[in-house]
């Protein structure tokens, strides 16, 4: 925070859950504050993250503070009214939350213009490289002043982050929290094996019947779906959160189990990437994840800010080879262990028992979410629109190779070659402040 405040580029590097957003939030909007009013399609601050999820959770973190201090902040991403987005922004905001894709919609049309960002935040800098956002990153960059102010966060400086430190952050500050690949003290790691893959999904549900909230990984969309009306089917309010969902249906999944009536998320790693949610104890992995880097951000979502957690990789034989070289890259001292749903420590790390709910109950509860809001079919742009420039590409079917291969097997390559075309968007006509408006962000209950 020092060095921020006192106009310094900063490299971040900390595990997550460990305040990062807070950290370069206060700061950011600190100097926000001494700019003076807002001015049409002119940010003055920017927040670039990889996903939808991702970028509401940093608004809903700082929209008190921006209150308190009589700015305007608008989150900026796919799968919601661009409409709004742009007449918002032609209001006039001090800061964006946005991901790249829509970010790069709204350029393109020119309702943003980024010439005058003073500050800019690049959150989960590892993450966005991941997902193929590299290309469409830099030319956003590309648009912001030069000698402006940048910060990058991530948890992981690997060759693509290293390019855009080299390129973006001359003589920046390095703040290492952590080792690249550190253990969370209060985080206790089990590893288990099942016969099969009926005999696993029986033991994952005995793990996520307790009464606290359970977080579960599993690979593809489809297993998500499937794991979570399983989970429903035996009396435990699971819901699923990936990115083949309309946004509307995205946001209520992660309200209904943020407010307590899901306990458990069946989530993809796309969907849940840097989400923070209050007392989150179990977090379990179907299956072994791609490497130790998404292994370590899973983690994560449980045993944050020095709670308790426990983290669970549950596998079968065929995964054993691989479930053993992931372990043993993270440096953690166990191995796949034959687990029946029975065994004692099943019940420790599920906790206490929660009753079961009748699944006639958990559907009628959705359908009501539905009746009030809508299918969530057309939420803003559409289904075409939510798959190509929301920050969360198809799932399943990607694998993860060198930056090569990562770019070519993301969905957003499109998008990020459109970020790429020459010139910036022309100016407008003369801008003049718009008489008193209402608060597009309002506090709970105004």
Known sequence: MP???????????????????????????????????????????????????????????????????????????????ISRQ????????????????????????????????????????????????????????????SDSQRLLFSA????????????????????AVDPEVSQVSTLARHAMESVDRTAQLRLVTALACGAGRTLVFVRTQRDADRVAQALTEAGVPAEPLHGGMPQGARTRALAGFTDGFYRVLVATDVAARGIHVDGIGLVLHLGPPEDAKTYQHRGGRTARAGADGADVLVTVPAERGKARSLLRAMGIPTQPVPTQPDDPIVAELAGPPAPPVDPATIQARRQRSDGRRGDGRRDGGGRRDSARRDGAPREGGHRRGGPGARTAGSTFTGAARDAHRPGRPARGLAQTRPAPRVDPHPAPGA
């Not at 430190?165 to 500050?173: A, F, K, M, N, Q």
């Open 3 to 81: 060095d921020v405040l006192a106009g310094e580029n900063v490299l971040g590097r900390a595990r997550t859950g460990s305040g990062k957003t807070l950290a370069f939030g206060l700061p950011l909007l600190a100097r926000l504050a001494t700019t003076g009013a807002a001015r049409p399609r002119q940010p003055r601050g920017l927040i670039l993250v990889p996903t939808r999820e991702l970028a509401q959770q940093v608004n809903d973190v700082l929209a008190p503070l921006t209150r308190a201090l009589g700015l305007w902040m608008t989150p900026v991403y796919g799968g919601t009214s």
């Open 156 to 175: 992981t400086l690997d060759r693509e982050v290293e390019v855009l430190v080299r390129g973006y952050l001359p003589e920046p500050v390095l703040v």
């Open 86 to 145: 742009i007449s918002a922004l032609r209001r006039g905001v001090h800061l964006v939350v946005a991901t790249p894709g829509r970010l790069t919609d709204l350029v393109e049309r020119d309702a943003c213009i980024l010439d005058e960002i003073e500050i800019t935040v690049l959150d989960e800098a590892d993450f966005m490289c991941d997902l193929g956002f590299l290309p469409a990153v830099k030319a956003l960059l590309d648009m912001t002043p």
